[in-house]
């Protein structure tokens, strides 16, 4: 019975190492976890796959939620409203490029502007090939940014222009060297173990026991002083250089200036006719701006660029509803479409 | 996984199944670096069979190209940037030429299985030990995994024969190698790593902080360092007895010595009886005059210091138990003895240990002044780090500081659980290690020794 025993737990074991050894499976879990909650539930709940794999809150309820599970903060995010493609026979010839982050990933943006043939979004987070704009059209770029990246934009980082950050392996042994000794390896198995659903409720006990004594939540995440919706704690933090707390001087705005402008420079000289900047606040420059002396960069930039400037920052702040989901650190679809008709009306100058 | 391959597997092959283990565990920080303790194992197992065989001088000369080729190892990869910035600071006073300064990452362990090599190749010349003829059990013994990085730093006579022998299952040793486990990690990531989260910040910043607030910080990295040492070494301890092999107690309550002498026969077990037996004892001990004895005491804390890490500040610390350790002895040896009052002896004796940690946590000397200066001082009297960690959650801290020395106790008067008290007490402490457990994949704080 105890060799039955060992023998057991050694095959579940070395199952459960091969498959978190298996980085390709592992990332395509995640990929599939992350974006779970917006398939329609039809379309894979019957396969074997995702009824193992495929069983997680940790999107669900907004990435802040899944890094924290606080219970207070595990609301449903409402749908965002889809653009379809535009009439093909109204053609304009123009298309629009729109270079930006996870604000804008995942949207369905074809049609979203109606002087304009097709929209095509550049994810700025990953690496991803050189692209070429189609030179028998008019091209236009918007670059959106999330004011915390704004800090950590620069275009002669690998991987902004196209090229490639690391070299992948090729080699058979490069290849076996890297599924063996792969450095995700723990938190490969945390993933396969305890990312599920019937977890959940063990890891809110956990994440309130620690806010209740001790008023920790997780690293990455800060509670408003209102306690009423959760913050990246990037944008917090005043050690991070993303703060939206951290002092700017002069120099920091001159240097956020101009990697901005040697953008829009190499933009230009790609072919696009024109290049606008639109900087998406962070929700705690907008409603927690009084827990510490907010550093204004957003306003500041704006200001100081010679870029034009899709402002959403005012309209933001005036505005009294919620623009952003209370358990994530993106904006809700009502701050979208305050983008989107902010965009809209500056594409139209255009005309 | 490791441990029920190894029950599955017959006598004969579990070495090369253990051996094989420890390896992966070792390549995974990086895989190259095998090579360099394949090569000292090589060296020190040719050099065992050959001190065995050989007679006269020529066993010392063995010995010696044994412990010189260990020692240069370590003192290239451990102090060799040290060594060069210290020449590089003279050299730009004097104006001479520049040592390039070399950019590798520290091979995890070395200093611990360097010296738990040594000590094969010390009792093989002593006669103490038989020289291992199988190549893969002596590379085991160097390379057991569970005390492979930070220890306890085992010696042959007690591990090669355990390697050796055949062992059953046996589910009272198995179930207290899962709650020495338990108990090890409870204290890593229950009370370490929640003190790690005041201690850190403030010792990055003492000049931002109040006396109170750094005399906090050095009690709580009194605790920190204990227990995340000690909980690694039950960590250690418990995962060789699933495998049924039995290593060497660390620690035995070191806060609760009364004296220092008692302090360094409770702390880091294997390293102060290492450096007792290979070093302060072939130097004369305690045999010669009493300036002799504390030269050698001062000798074998300035080594012990240095070993901790490449740092002047190691080096103080060294000197500093040396010259606390000296003054012990000198009071004995003017009989200044105190009966009773066992309790000041003890707030005494943990107060220094207290404060000589500052030089080892402190980033630098410098720091470490300064902080003992505005301890002396007591300039500040407030505690203003709410933002770094809030008074309940203080409070807490110390509650599970004395939970903590309470548990302690509690073992050693109860020196036998039944093997019942020992499963629920595992599950409580593994339950308690998730939800009041900090994980934020802060490292053992000697891995890096």
Known sequence: MRKVICLLVFVFSIGLLLLSMNQSLLNRIKQDRYFAHLNPPAATSHSWYYRLFIRSDRWRYGDLYGLSYLHPYKLPLEAFRKYPPNDIRKQTNRILYISGDSFLADKSLKGAFAGFDDVIFLDRRFPSRPFKPDSTKENYMVMEFAERNLNVFDLDKPGETGQLPDKLPTGFFERVNKALFNKDLSRNLELLLFDDKCFTIVKECKAMVNYILFGRTANEVAVSTDRKRLFLNITVDTSSIQSAFRPKSSGDIEKIDHNLDVAKRYYLSMGFKKVFLAVIPNAVSIYDSKRLPYNQLLQRVESSTDLPVISVYGTFKRDHRNLFYRSDAHWNPEGFEIWINATARALDQLK | ?449
């Open chain 2, 1 to 449: 996984m490791v441990t029920s391959g190894y029950y599955l597997l017959p006598q004969k092959f579990r070495w090369a199944w253990l051996l094989a283990a420890s390896s992966y565990f070792y390549m995974y920080f990086k895989p190259e670096y095998i090579l360099i303790i394949f090569f000292t194992i090589v060296v020190d197992y040719v050099a065992g069979l050959l001190i065995e065989k050989a007679q006269g001088k020529a066993r010392k000369a063995l010995l010696l190209a044994s412990i010189i080729t260990n020692v240069g190892v370590l003192v290239f990869y451990k102090y060799f940037n040290f060594l060069a910035e210290n020449i590089n600071l003279l050299a730009r006073h004097y104006h001479t030429t520049h040592i390039p300064l070399l950019n590798f990452i520290l091979p995890i362990g070395l200093s611990f299985h360097t010296f738990q090599a040594m000590s094969y190749t010390i009792e093989v010349y002593r006669g103490n030990q038989k020289a291992e003829r199988h190549f893969g059990i002596y590379a085991l013994y160097v390379m057991f995994y569970p005390q492979m990085v930070a220890g306890p730093i085992e010696r042959p006579q007690h591990i090669l024969p355990q390697l050796r022998r055949v062992i059953h299952y046996e589910s009272k040793a198995f179930v207290t190698g899962i709650f020495l486990m338990s108990a090890g990690f409870f204290k890593k990531v229950v009370i370490a790593d929640r003190l790690g989260l005041y201690v850190d910040p403030v010792f990055s910043n003492p000049h931002a902080h109040s006396a109170l607030e750094l005399l906090l910080a050095t009690y709580f990295f009194a605790f920190q360092i204990y227990c995340d040492f000690s909980g690694y070494s039950d960590i250690a301890l418990g995962a060789a007895l699933t495998l049924g092999i039995e290593l060497m107690k660390n620690f035995n309550m070191p806060y609760l010595s009364c004296n220092i002498a008692e302090f360094w026969k409770r702390w880091h077990i294997s390293l102060s009886t290492w450096f007792r037996d290979y070093v302060y004892i072939p130097l004369g001990g305690n045999r010669g005059s009493f300036a002799v004895t504390c030269l050698n005491l001062f000798i074998v804390f300035m080594i012990s210091g240095l070993w901790h890490g490449a740092n002047w500040k190691y080096l103080i610390w060294g000197v500093v138990h040396g010259c606390l350790l000296t003054g012990y002895y000198l009071l004995k040896k003017w009989k200044v003895s105190i009966s009773g009052y066992s309790f000041f002896k003890w707030l005494i004796t943990f107060n220094l240990v207290c404060l000589a940690w500052v030089f080892f946590r402190a980033n630098t000397v410098t720091d470490s002044i300064y902080i003992l200066n505005k301890i002396g001082h007591f300039q500040g009297r407030f505690y203003a780090a709410d933002d770094i960690m809030a008074i309940k959650e203080i409070f807490y801290c110390v509650f599970i500081i004395v939970l903590l020395l309470l548990g302690e106790w509690c073992m050693r008067s109860h020196t036998e659980f039944s093997t019942g008290k020992k499963v629920y007490t595992a599950l409580a402490l593994i339950i308690a290690c998730y939800f009041f457990g900090v994980f934020n994949e802060a490292q053992f704080i000697y891995f890096q020794f």
